[in-house]
């Protein structure tokens, strides 16, 4: 057993994992998750796993993808939550991996809860969140003394039933937004953080793919992002930052070195 190894406990048979896989090169991930991939019999990932993460899955390991089980195009979150729950019953030890960070944007709250409700021991492995790495990697702080002491991390696609984003009042806070899910809904988040008073000229960060080999990045203005994504610029996934923030990477620009996209993430 690696020094590595011995740092996390041994999945039990019949137990859940909640891990986050982080944003996709598998050198981002925890220790914690790359050893419960090391132990796991079943793997139920989504669809934005990398497949540098999936290869270090256990020999023997069955891997699953959520979103096409029972071949629907998108596996509705019940039935998610059902084969978590009987993976379990029948003894497995399973890794339930996504993207980022578990419980920011993944729906990794409603898996906790249906594993309570069903009576199943889990733990939650925190991952490195997209919308904080997509940043960092390209010199974009989530906070500085200088521009922010606070920060936003929103949704561009709110839940049915959940009511719509206020993005003027969002604006009117003043702190830098970092959007995820937000490609398709981009003219109208602009539009609307724009009537809060945010300024035309507000810098702006886009990143694509962070992490992997298909990464892209585009620097804009508030003013330029409609335009961007309705000409099919800006492809999902995509992390969005906007504010004072996005400025500082000209400042590190010179000196940060190129991030090293991992080959297979
Ligand atoms: N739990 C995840 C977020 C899941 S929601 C996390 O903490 O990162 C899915 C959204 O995450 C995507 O629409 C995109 O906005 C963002 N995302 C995930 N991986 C990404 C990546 N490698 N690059 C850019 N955005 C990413």
Redesign the pocket.
Known sequence: MSALSRLTPAIEPGTVWLV?AG??DPGLLTVHAANALAQADVVVHDA?IGEGVLALAREGAVLEYAGKRGGKPSAVQRDICERLIALARAGKRVVRL?????????R?GEEALALAQAGIRFRIVP?V???L??LAIHGVPATTRDTNHAVVLA?GHAAEGAGGTDWAALARTGAPIV?????STLPSIAAGLIEGGLAATTPVLV??????TR?EIIEASLAELPALAQAGRIA????VAIGAIARVRAALAEHLLAYRQAASA
């Open positions: 986050g944003p996709g934005l996504k993207g980022g960070d578990p419980f920011v944007f993944g990794g991952g969140s997209s919308g790495a997509a949704t959007l995820y899910m937000a490609v990143v694509h793919a962070a992490t992997s990464e999902s996934p995509a992390i």
